[in-house]
């Protein structure tokens, strides 16, 4: 015989005992499962640890993926002194060195770049051909409709517009051409406005499209972000333009424009800005205003000069060169994007980081072509490397261009309304700008 209920009969004891307590009703209480106090560290400790992981792989990693994308977000937070902490407090002092060597070497790659190009002469020569030629060869010209000539020239001046596009578009809205082709004026470029079913040739959705003052207005846009290149037909109508309170204070684009019967506008000179804090009144460099000299130096080694001369063409130089014999109009900054229609910036330089931007150029017909990409907006446009903005303007003909001074300081102003977004939506009109490149109306 076994003790403690071992035995068959204790067995039996046992079970009748829980089935007199489930006919009782009585519950057999559990005994309390003991909770392990260290499990909330263990999952906290594996967290951190997995933080540091990812930390160093994406600081030491020579995986040319991650290396890649490090370099941007270093070089994005770098170019800007408001974002640099951005950068310098997770970042060790050697790796942001590293980047900003890089740096260093792309400016070297920029000096002694500069524009060697000249217009085209007209190929027709009049020399050679006789009084009795000319009399001979004069053909009756029957008589042509003025608005199928207006038509005509339209197109041509505007070869970029697709034509299929814009005759469906004026289909849908006969009022556009009330006043003819010569004086047709279509403005969706507003910020309520959702742009018009007109395209490019390379597919890119127009916003405006003005006659009268030859410009064409469109949306430029890839991964990540949007903008809007301006296409101003007649380059004699640029300069750049102070503010009125140069050496004191800045103003605002539209400001600059408004003064100086502007009807098209973009950001031009850089400016010193302590702290985040300037208020565009001082001048970065030299600039040329019309013909009027501003700025105490030139700025330095491995920046670059857009010169406007009295051909009507722009010229890429070194910022340190002496200023072009003709020069009327003048800004200076980093880095040259085209010279002589050849690209000279590419992804094995420093130029990544993914800012909004601002660029100046002009195409092999003699256009003036203004680009502001958006950023640091990450629902609408984050914004975009120097490289993209050259290619951007590469498919529009460009033959020189070069990068401003981006931030904050990129906007666009047109007919009275900016027409881009400042990446400081607290100052929907942009920052005050020492100079601002200036596309007057026509008079």
Same mark, same amino acid.
């Given at each position: 015989?076994?003790?403690?209920?071992?035995?068959r @009969?204790?067995?039996?004891?046992?079970?009748?005992?829980?089935?007199?307590?489930?006919?009782?009703g009585?519950?057999?209480?559990a005994?309390?499962?003991?909770?392990?106090?260290?499990k909330?560290?263990?999952?906290?400790?594996?967290?951190?640890?997995?933080?540091?992981?990812?930390?160093?792989?994406?600081? #030491?990693s020579?995986?040319?993926?991650?290396?890649?994308?490090?370099?941007?977000?270093?070089?994005?937070?770098?170019?800007?002194?408001?974002?640099?902490?951005?950068?310098?407090?997770?970042?060790?002092?050697?790796?942001?060195?590293?980047?900003?060597?890089?740096?260093?070497?792309?400016?070297?790659?920029?000096?002694?770049?500069?524009?060697n190009?000249?217009?085209?002469?007209?190929? /027709?020569?009049?020399?050679?051909? /006789?009084?009795?030629?000319i009399?001979?060869?004069?053909?009756?010209?029957?008589?042509?409709?003025?608005?199928?000539?207006?038509? =005509?020239?339209?197109?041509?001046?505007?070869?970029?517009?697709?034509?299929?596009?814009?005759?469906?578009?004026?289909?849908?809205h006969?009022?556009? *051409?009330?006043? @003819?082709?010569? $004086?047709?004026v279509i $403005? =969706?470029?507003?910020?309520?406005?959702?742009?018009?079913?007109?395209?490019?040739?390379?597919?890119?959705?127009?916003?405006?499209?003005?006659?009268?003052?030859?410009?064409?207005?469109?949306?430029?846009?890839?991964?990540?972000?949007?903008?809007?290149l301006?296409?101003?037909?007649?380059?004699?109508?640029?300069?750049?333009?102070?503010?009125?309170? *140069?050496?004191?204070?800045?103003?605002?684009?539209?400001?600059i424009?408004?003064? $100086?019967? %502007?009807?098209?506008?973009?950001?031009?000179?850089?400016?010193?800005?302590p702290? &985040?804090?300037?208020?565009? %009144?001082?001048l970065a460099?030299?600039?040329?205003?019309? @013909?009027?000299? #501003?700025?105490?130096?030139?700025? &330095?080694?491995g920046?670059?000069?857009?010169?406007?001369?009295?051909?009507?063409?722009? #010229?890429?130089?070194?910022?340190?060169?002496?200023?072009? =014999?003709g020069?009327?109009?003048?800004?200076?900054?980093?880095?040259?994007?085209?010279?002589?229609g050849e690209i000279?910036?590419? #992804?094995?330089?420093?130029?990544?980081?993914?800012?909004?931007?601002?660029?100046?150029?002009?195409?092999?017909?003699?256009?003036?072509?203004?680009?502001?990409?958006?950023?640091r907006?990450?629902?609408?446009? !984050? &914004?975009?490397d !120097?490289?993209?903005?050259?290619?951007?303007?590469?498919?529009? %003909?460009?033959?020189?261009?070069?990068?401003?001074?981006?931030?904050?300081?990129?906007?666009?102003?047109?007919?009275?309304?900016?027409?881009?977004?400042?990446?400081?939506?607290?100052?929907?009109? @942009?920052?005050?700008?020492?100079?601002?490149?200036?596309?007057k109306?026509?008079s």
């Amino acid at each position: 015989m076994k003790l403690f209920g071992t035995t068959r @009969g204790g067995s039996r004891l046992a079970k009748n005992r829980a089935a007199y307590l489930a006919q009782s009703g009585e519950a057999a209480v559990a005994a309390p499962r003991r909770k392990n106090p260290f499990k909330p560290l263990a999952i906290v400790l594996s967290c951190m640890l997995l933080v540091e992981i990812l930390y160093f792989v994406a600081i #030491y990693s020579d995986n040319a993926f991650i290396a890649k994308w490090r370099n941007i977000y270093i070089q994005t937070a770098m170019e800007t002194l408001s974002h640099k902490w951005l950068a310098t407090a997770i970042i060790p002092p050697d790796i942001i060195n590293e980047v900003m060597e890089q740096r260093r070497e792309a400016l070297a790659q920029q000096v002694g770049l500069s524009s060697n190009w000249t217009k085209e002469e007209d190929e /027709t020569d009049d020399e050679d051909t /006789t009084p009795e030629e000319i009399i001979t060869d004069v053909e009756v010209i029957p008589d042509v409709d003025p608005e199928e000539v207006a038509k =005509e020239n339209f197109y041509t001046l505007f070869y970029e517009v697709d034509q299929t596009s814009m005759e469906t578009y004026l289909r849908d809205h006969p009022e556009a *051409l009330a006043n @003819g082709w010569d $004086n047709l004026v279509i $403005n =969706e470029a507003g910020m309520d406005d959702s742009g018009t079913s007109i395209q490019t040739i390379h597919g890119e959705q127009i916003l405006a499209i003005d006659v009268p003052n030859q410009i064409l207005l469109v949306r430029v846009s890839g991964s990540g972000y949007q903008g809007v290149l301006a296409v101003a037909k007649d380059p004699s109508r640029l300069s750049v333009y102070p503010s009125s309170q *140069l050496g004191i204070a800045g103003e605002t684009v539209g400001t600059i424009a408004q003064n $100086n019967n %502007g009807i098209l506008s973009i950001n031009g000179s850089g400016f010193i800005d302590p702290n &985040g804090s300037g208020n565009g %009144g001082t001048l970065a460099g030299y600039a040329m205003c019309d @013909g009027t000299e #501003y700025g105490y130096a030139h700025m &330095g080694w491995g920046n670059k000069r857009i010169e406007l001369h009295e051909d009507d063409l722009f #010229y890429i130089k070194d910022a340190g060169d002496p200023v072009g =014999e003709g020069t009327t109009d003048a800004v200076e900054f980093q880095p040259a994007l085209i010279i002589d229609g050849e690209i000279v910036v590419d #992804y094995t330089s420093i130029y990544t980081g993914l800012q909004p931007r601002a660029c100046i150029g002009q195409s092999d017909k003699y256009e003036i072509l203004m680009l502001i990409i958006e950023g640091r907006m990450p629902l609408r446009s !984050v &914004g975009t490397d !120097v490289i993209e903005c050259a290619e951007i303007l590469k498919r529009h %003909g460009c033959m020189q261009a070069m990068n401003l001074d981006g931030g904050t300081s990129a906007i666009m102003w047109y007919d009275g309304e900016y027409i881009t977004k400042c990446s400081n939506q607290t100052t929907p009109q @942009g920052r005050p700008v020492p100079t601002a490149f200036v596309y007057k109306t026509v008079s």
